[in-house]
């Protein structure tokens, strides 16, 4: 099998050679998940400690033949002591720090990162706890690229994220793993002024839980961010079904796991404004989805105001309909109020059709912004970012939509990306 991985193994490791670095992120399926009978749900591989030792061996193999310079994995069995000294004695024997942390409440699994010491020193690792329905944390490593891989830069630093987002069991979900997202952008945005960081790479790397379709993916692309697999298949947002990387326990394959980069040359809106055109978009999709046309929708949030205009008393009553709010795991007091002072453009209290239109309907709001290629031009201060050399999935089936049938290392493939160091101009925040 080790032929099958060949092109992204060799290529990694030879790629390192030419001063590249390679990240891979993996969900490996933890035992207390992995259901062993489909006709007795309630077996689970973590009762049989020969099967997820032999599978957990064999994930660490492909680790190691891999040898990626960054590793991410999800659903790692924090509470299992002897699969954590399994791993930090394989990880550790082979040049690599490791990182663990587990989900909050005592969920049993949690997040594993790992950085190979011959490329990289951390400077600082912290741990983002959600403390949500979900119990859902991040991890976030700081780390300066050691020689030869700081060629451009003696103190060239990144970022890097590891996490997984909430499965979206209901519709009500759905906002939860958005305001997760939007917490991770948040902390990092703090970290970096908190130690006044100057402008580097961002990558975030995880299970996401959620397609090119979705309103993460769209909220994350509206930072400046991109899919590292999509840019170096050359595949556009719109292109969702070339590829999958997950089977779930419904049994319908999609494409969740992706490490996302930031290069500072991008051009970045306020991290509030993206947020609210993330939910303005969820708003706008759940009442196109009822077939609604402008003017009726425009209605619907009135309620039963008699003039041409939204109130605040309306709008709320209209995110309580649309099951945003109304329960535990909806929009709270603060994200409301911050919508509210987004789609009223004038700030006098009310919101008029105009408004509607551009805010929340149309949302034009974005428009030139995203018409322009996103990068920093002219001759602005140097830096240095990242170009995507190469991205590949394993197993190589699902480069081509299909879950093979006899792959039983995860219900996840697993997902590495070659990177090179660049330089390039520093860009700015956009209002």
Same mark, same amino acid.
């Given at each position: 099998?080790?032929?099958?991985?060949?092109?992204?193994?060799?290529?990694?490791?030879?790629?390192?050679?030419?001063?590249?670095?390679?990240?891979?992120?993996?969900?490996?399926?933890?035992?207390?998940?992995?259901?062993?009978?489909?006709? !007795?749900?309630?077996?689970?591989?973590? !009762?049989?400690?020969?099967?997820?030792?032999?599978?957990?061996?064999?994930?660490?193999?492909?680790?190691?033949?891999?040898?990626?310079?960054?590793?991410?994995?999800?659903?790692?069995?924090?509470?299992?002591?002897?699969?954590?000294?399994?791993?930090?004695?394989?990880?550790?024997?082979?040049?690599?720090?490791?990182?663990?942390?587990?989900?909050?409440?005592?969920?049993?699994?949690?997040?594993?990162?790992?950085?190979?010491?011959?490329?990289?020193?951390?400077?600082?690792?912290?741990?983002?706890?959600?403390?949500?329905?979900?119990?859902?944390?991040?991890?976030?490593?700081?780390?300066?690229?050691?020689?030869?891989?700081?060629?451009?830069?003696?103190?060239?630093?990144?970022?890097?994220?590891?996490?997984?987002?909430?499965?979206?069991?209901?519709?009500?979900?759905?906002?939860?793993?958005?305001?997760?997202?939007?917490?991770?952008?948040?902390?990092?945005?703090?970290?970096?002024?908190?130690?006044?960081?100057?402008?580097?790479?961002?990558?975030?790397?995880?299970?996401?839980?959620?397609?090119?379709?979705?309103?993460?993916?769209?909220?994350?692309?509206?930072?400046?961010?991109?899919?590292?697999?999509?840019?170096?298949?050359?595949?556009?947002?719109?292109?969702?079904?070339?590829?999958?990387?997950?089977?779930?326990?419904?049994?319908?394959?999609?494409?969740?796991?992706?490490?996302?980069?930031?290069?500072?040359?991008?051009?970045?809106?306020?991290?509030?404004?993206?947020?609210?055109?993330?939910?303005?978009?969820?708003?706008?999709?759940?009442?196109?989805?009822?077939?609604?046309?402008?003017?009726?929708?425009?209605?619907?949030?009135?309620?039963?105001?008699?003039?041409?205009?939204?109130?605040?008393?309306?709008?709320?009553?209209?995110?309580?309909?649309?099951?945003?709010?109304?329960?535990?795991?909806?929009?709270?007091?603060?994200?409301?109020?911050?919508?509210?002072?987004?789609? !009223?453009?004038?700030?006098?209290?009310?919101?008029?059709?105009?408004?509607?239109?551009?805010?929340?309907?149309?949302?034009?709001?974005?428009?030139?912004?995203?018409?322009?290629?996103?990068?920093?031009?002219?001759?602005?201060?140097?830096?240095?970012?990242?170009?995507?050399?190469?991205?590949?999935?394993?197993?190589?089936?699902?480069?081509?939509?299909?879950?093979?049938?006899?792959?039983?290392?995860?219900?996840?493939?697993?997902?590495?990306?070659?990177?090179?160091?660049?330089?390039?101009?520093?860009?700015?925040?956009?209002?």
């Amino acid at each position: 099998m080790k032929g099958r991985i060949s092109k992204i193994g060799s290529y990694a490791i030879s790629s390192s050679t030419r001063d590249c670095i390679s990240c891979t992120t993996f969900n490996i399926l933890a035992p207390i998940y992995k259901r062993l009978s489909q006709n !007795d749900q309630s077996i689970r591989e973590s !009762d049989n400690r020969a099967y997820w030792m032999g599978r957990n061996h064999r994930i660490l193999d492909w680790l190691l033949y891999e040898r990626s310079s960054i590793i991410c994995l999800q659903e790692f069995w924090v509470g299992n002591e002897e699969l954590v000294r399994l791993y930090e004695k394989r990880l550790g024997d082979a040049g690599y720090l490791c990182y663990k942390l587990g989900r909050t409440n005592n969920r049993g699994d949690g997040l594993l990162t790992a950085v190979h010491k011959d490329y990289f020193r951390v400077v600082r690792s912290r741990d983002l706890l959600f403390n949500d329905c979900g119990d859902r944390v991040a991890q976030l490593l700081h780390v300066e690229l050691v020689p030869p891989y700081s060629q451009y830069d003696a103190h060239q630093q990144v970022l890097i994220v590891n996490t997984h987002l909430l499965f979206p069991h209901d519709s009500t979900l759905s906002i939860v793993r958005l305001q997760q997202v939007y917490k991770i952008l948040q902390y990092v945005e703090s970290y970096q002024q908190e130690v006044n960081l100057s402008p580097m790479p961002i990558i975030l790397c995880g299970d996401w839980n959620g397609s090119k379709r979705g309103h993460v993916y769209k909220f994350l692309r509206s930072q400046g961010f991109v899919s590292s697999y999509d840019t170096a298949h050359r595949y556009t947002d719109s292109e969702s079904q070339k590829w999958v990387s997950h089977r779930n326990h419904r049994g319908n394959i999609c494409a969740v796991d992706f490490i996302w980069l930031l290069n500072p040359n991008r051009y970045r809106k306020l991290l509030k404004t993206s947020w609210s055109e993330a939910v303005f978009g969820m708003f706008r999709y759940l009442l196109r989805r009822a077939s609604l046309t402008a003017e009726d929708a425009f209605a619907f949030l009135k309620t039963d105001n008699a003039g041409d205009y939204i109130t605040f008393l309306g709008f709320c009553e209209t995110l309580r309909q649309l099951n945003l709010t109304g329960h535990c795991n909806g929009l709270t007091k603060k994200e409301i109020k911050d919508l509210w002072i987004q789609a !009223d453009i004038d700030g006098n209290g009310i919101v008029d059709y105009k408004e509607f239109q551009q805010r929340i309907w149309n949302q034009t709001w974005s428009e030139q912004r995203d018409a322009e290629d996103g990068e920093a031009k002219g001759n602005q201060e140097q830096t240095v970012g990242f170009s995507v050399k190469n991205a590949v999935l394993f197993p190589p089936e699902v480069e081509k939509g299909v879950w093979p049938e006899n792959y039983s290392l995860s219900d996840h493939a697993r997902l590495t990306v070659v990177f090179s160091p660049i330089r390039m101009p520093c860009s700015q925040l956009v209002s």
